[in-house]
């Protein structure tokens, strides 16, 4: 009994000590300053290479942790103001519901530079006019960096998520692979000369992966 008392005061102490700073930690993400993701997912944009004044299309962008780093990209903390004030992000996704988390995972970050769009990433419009303005007069859409995160099958996180591995089926990757070429291949079309875009899955299924980007080499990869 005398060694009980000292026991639960000691884990009363340690569950304090974890809930303020749980506390501390939920406020900083709300503001802002912190934002927490894996490691992998963080692979795809720092590719991608965005620089100040760059013109970026996030096609599948929900729910907002790469459009994040996107935006970090190009508004770092010291840039020349004309570069920074000449580039912006347009990340879009085909879900309603998943564009209102990408808009609040973003707004923490304030930035001027960000448009959200709600559009089926395969139809996303590749030119621009003011109303009024003749069709042959219309603005081609090009972007200097497009990353396509595209929809997949998961299979890849099947460590955190066993689940994927009890409902996990070969048709699971063979039914998206054709919308996945559509989404890179729309990407390619967007994209202007000397461009970088990257594509990505969470999966590990060549089907996903190699498949398309063969493909898209084969359309769009020249001599």
């Not at 903390?77 to 609040?104: K, M, Q, W």
């Not at 460590?159 to 996990?168: E, V």
């Not at 000397?194 to 969470?202: A, K, N, P």
Request: hydrophobic content about 40%.
């Amino acid at each position: 009994a005398e060694d009980a008392a000292p026991a639960a005061a000691e884990e009363d102490a340690s569950k304090a000590t974890l809930g303020a700073f749980h506390r501390w930690l939920m406020a900083e993400v709300e503001a802002g300053n912190i934002s927490r993701q894996e490691e992998v997912s963080m692979v795809p944009p720092r590719v991608l290479d965005v620089r100040p004044g760059h013109r970026v299309l996030d096609m599948c962008a929900s729910p907002g942790s790469k459009t994040q780093q996107l935006i970090e990209g190009i508004a770092p903390p010291v840039v020349d103001a004309a570069a920074a004030a000449s580039g912006f992000v347009i990340a879009n996704d085909a879900e309603y519901r998943r564009c209102h988390l990408l808009t609040h995972q973003c707004k923490r970050l304030h930035s001027p530079a960000l448009l959200v769009t709600h559009h089926d990433g395969t139809q996303l419009p590749s030119s621009f006019s003011t109303s009024g303005t003749p069709r042959a007069q219309h603005t081609h859409l090009r972007f200097d960096r497009v990353l396509c995160d595209v929809p997949c099958s998961g299979d890849g996180t099947l460590r955190k998520a066993p689940a994927i591995w009890r409902q996990w089926t070969v048709g699971s990757g063979n039914a998206l692979h054709r919308l996945q070429l559509q989404i890179a291949c729309k990407g390619a079309r967007l994209l202007a000369v000397g461009g970088t875009l990257v594509y990505s899955t969470c999966s590990l299924n060549p089907v996903e992966n190699e498949a398309v980007v063969a493909q898209l080499l084969k359309e769009f990869g020249g001599s």
